[in-house]
């Protein structure tokens, strides 16, 4: 069996009746057809099976639902990250996880949430959109405050709970502001929970899709950067919410605001409304018409896609 296990391209081995898992077909010639067993000759059966992963609990189907979990639309191939339940058990996230009738970027709320989203295999639908914020396409003219959209929850969820480890979960208390120099932190479907610090409370941002771009006004650029199918993912300070990751470069990451994403969809996050003064002035960006990509992901493209009381049920396929 040791022998097998080392041949390009073999990934398991089973017992009793010899079967060989392999990675690709091509591999499938490499293994002799018969094995000497106890004195006998067997035939040895190969399965195709591609490469085998740790399963990742952030892309597997999570119930109760909560925070930092991979979601998508049902209409294209994509995975951003639910961003949490709110006090209405309606699902935040972004609009560009959800919102989009295709790749191009045409907005629609007639789509379908999936948990997990399609590009990581997809699962049941777990609710529908029920409001989305919109913007202007290929015009620095008509900026938009809000990367955000409301769903229904049709599955048990727990309300501003947000996944930390694989069995923990952090609590939201209420919703507020971070200022310059603050450190905050996240909970994305693909990079985890990850803590950033806030360089800029008032970015003007260009933001890429495709040979679109829209541009967003009064965002707020952390660093490090986000990662792709981060997306919808809720920014915290000391379990305050103060934004909804939607964008990033290979260098800084950027978030709505939980203010104007309260404002414009009417998230329901009542509770301590906490306030941050900003220490520092000046601004990384600042009046300056920066240039990003929308952080969800689309069929392998990059597209722009606390206490701990209670433990969600992790089902990995």
Not at 5 to 23: A, F
Not at 148 to 174: D, F, I, P
Not at 177 to 196: L, N, Q
Not at 247 to 276: D, F, P
């Amino acid at each position: 069996m040791k022998k097998l296990l080392e041949l390009d391209g073999v990934v398991g081995v089973g017992k009793g009746s010899v079967v060989v898992y392999v990675e690709d077909e091509k591999y499938a010639n490499a293994v002799p057809k018969f094995l000497r067993v106890g004195g006998k000759k067997v035939r040895v059966k190969v399965m195709v099976v591609g490469k085998v992963r740790f399963c990742d609990v952030r892309r597997s189907v999570v119930r109760p639902v909560v925070g930092g979990i991979s979601i998508g639309s049902n209409l294209i191939d994509n995975a951003g990250t639910l961003g949490f339940v709110d006090l209405d058990g309606r699902i935040v996230t972004c609009t560009h996880v959800v919102g989009f009738k295709n790749l191009e970027g045409d907005f629609t709320d007639d789509a379908e949430v999936l948990q997990p989203g399609r590009y990581d295999g997809g699962g049941d639908v777990i609710g529908s959109v029920e409001k989305i914020s919109r913007w202007v396409w290929n015009s620095v003219d008509y900026p938009s405050k809000v990367d955000a959209a409301l769903c229904s929850c049709e599955v048990s969820s727990y309300e501003m709970e947000v996944l930390s480890g694989r069995n923990t979960v952090y609590k939201l208390v209420g919703w507020g502001e971070a200022g310059v120099g603050d450190v905050v932190r996240k909970s994305g479907r693909t990079s985890g929970v990850t803590w950033h610090r806030v360089v800029d409370t008032n970015a003007t941002l260009k933001v890429h899709l495709g040979n679109r771009f829209a541009v967003f006004k009064d965002v707020v650029i952390v660093t490090p950067p986000i990662l792709p199918g981060d997306s919808g993912s809720v920014f915290d300070k000391g379990s305050i919410a103060v934004g909804i990751g939607f964008a990033g470069s290979s260098r800084i990451g950027a978030y709505v605001k939980m203010c104007n994403v309260v404002e414009e969809i009417g998230v329901n996050i009542e509770g301590v409304e906490g306030k941050s003064v900003e220490r520092k002035k000046g601004s990384l960006a600042k009046g300056l018409l920066a240039s990003m990509s929308l952080f969800g992901i689309a069929g392998g493209l990059y597209f722009a896609e606390g206490s701990f009381n209670r433990k969600p049920v992790v089902q990995s396929y």
